[in-house]
């Protein structure tokens, strides 16, 4: 028992510093988007919908250049289907990463 408060604080400490640093960062990727373009290489079919407003024939159509032409808007209908995204989808997923074409 002839440690002191210190001793045993500071390592711990230092683990929950990087731990912080590693869920900041992770954090900052999904702040920019890039953290599931990572993980997900698929959406490679050609969008019938616009992604925002559901009218046909989105440009670019691509969902990848569709992304960066029009930056920061939240996918509110699946632009294969039409159909409108729910709030809790939309919530977790603004930006469609996660929204697969029939059949993807």
């Known amino acids: ?3 002191t408060i210190a001793s045993v604080l500071t390592p711990l400490v230092v683990i929950l ?3 912080g640093e590693v ?3 992770g954090m900052d990727d ?5 953290y599931l373009e990572k993980e997900m290489k698929q959406q490679d079919t050609l969008m019938k ?4 407003t559901g009218n046909e ?3 670019p159509s691509h969902a990848e250049q569709y ?3 029009h930056g920061k808007v939240a996918w509110l ?9 729910s709030a809790e989808d939309i919530g977790s997923d603004t930006f469609g990463f996660l929204v697969l074409p029939p059949g993807e």
């Open 17 to 19: 510093t990087q731990l």
């Open 57 to 59: 024939n989105p440009y």
């Open 67 to 69: 992304r960066k032409y």
């Open 77 to 85: 209908y699946n632009p294969w289907t039409r159909v409108r995204r």
């Open 1 to 3: 028992m002839g440690q």
């Open 49 to 52: 919908f616009s992604p925002a």
């Open 30 to 34: 999904i702040a920019r988007g890039t």
């Open 23 to 25: 869920v900041d960062g």
